[in-house]
């Protein structure tokens, strides 16, 4: 039987990654870019426990290592267990990808303190967790790279997102800093401001507003996951090792 795999240029061959948020959406096509091109992948996940076991089944095919962790990003605990099980089973942090985001868009006037912590919360403390859970074991490396998923909400605003933006312009803020923090350790610690790409969390947009976003995007499409995977692959990659403290916009011209 002749069986063909879809190979990449083994660009991360022997790396290992931990993903928030890698079973659906945008994180788990950042997995499968890191599969593609041969890196071992943790994927930390929330609730789904169909879509993570899919997921593994799915990524089996590239031959790489794929594990699962269940938890919630909000909570420090999780983070510190993730890397602890990353390091544990690979023997090394290489890559991270702070992906997992939520939503919960509502005008000012309607927006309670919990719509606000909440959002916060999961997206921006919960990248801080993870950020600080596997700092420590890139550092005694003197290696790694670190890729934050922000928005172009956290660089142009969107009026009904004040708690998203705030987060994910809170995201740009650490990056810059822990760029300037670790790169004497020889860790490289990026953003990527996607646009809009299509999963599950643009899904719930109505027509109106799909059509009012997709007018806006210079290429004429809307984004696609593997779009952002790219982007997230390159910055994960050795191509990348002179790149840090950068907000790498995926967003079709959008941003513009
Ligand atoms: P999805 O809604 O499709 O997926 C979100 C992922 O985050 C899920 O895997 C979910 O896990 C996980 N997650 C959410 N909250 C938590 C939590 N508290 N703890 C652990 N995991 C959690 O979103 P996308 O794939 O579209 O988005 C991925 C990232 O990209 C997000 O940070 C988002 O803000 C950002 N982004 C997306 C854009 C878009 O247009 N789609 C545009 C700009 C940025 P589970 O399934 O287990 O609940």
Redesign the pocket.
């Known amino acids: 039987m002749l069986i063909c795999l879809e190979r990449g240029d083994n660009m991360l061959k022997g790396k290992s990654a931990v993903i ?8 788990k096509a950042v997995a499968e870019e890191f599969c593609r091109q041969g890196a071992d992948v943790l994927l ?5 426990d169909d ?1 993570a076991r899919k997921t593994v089944e799915e990524l089996k095919q590239y031959g790489t290592r794929v594990e699962l962790i269940k ?4 909570e420090p605990s999780h983070a510190e267990a993730a890397a602890k099980m990353a390091a544990e089973i690979f023997g090394k942090i290489d890559i991270l990808v702070n ?5 919960k868009d509502k005008l000012i006037m309607r927006m309670s303190a919990s719509d606000f912590d909440e959002v916060i919360q ?2 921006l403390n ?1 990248s801080f967790y993870f950020l600080k859970a596997v700092s420590p074991y890139m550092i005694k490396q003197r290696n790694g790279r670190i890729i934050n ?5 956290g660089v142009r605003g969107n009026a009904g997102q004040v708690n ?1 933006s705030a987060s ?1 312009a809170g995201i740009i803020g650490m990056t810059l800093s822990a760029a300037k923090e670790l790169g004497r350790r020889g860790i490289t610690v990026n953003a990527v ?5 299509e ?4 899904d719930v947009l109505t027509d109106d507003q799909k059509k009012a976003m997709s007018e806006v995007i210079s290429l004429g499409r809307v ?1 696609k ?1 593997s779009d952002v995977a790219h982007a997230v692959a390159f910055l994960a990659s050795d191509k990348a090792s002179y790149i840090t403290g950068q907000v790498l916009g995926v967003d079709g011209g959008m941003a513009i």
């Open positions: 928030t948020g890698g079973v659906r959406g945008i994180g930390c996940y929330r609730s789904n879509s938890g919630d990003v909000s992906n997992a985001g939520i939503t999961a997206n919960g998923i922000s928005s172009i909400s998203y994910k401001a996607p646009g809009f790409i999963t599950d969390m643009t984004g996951a």
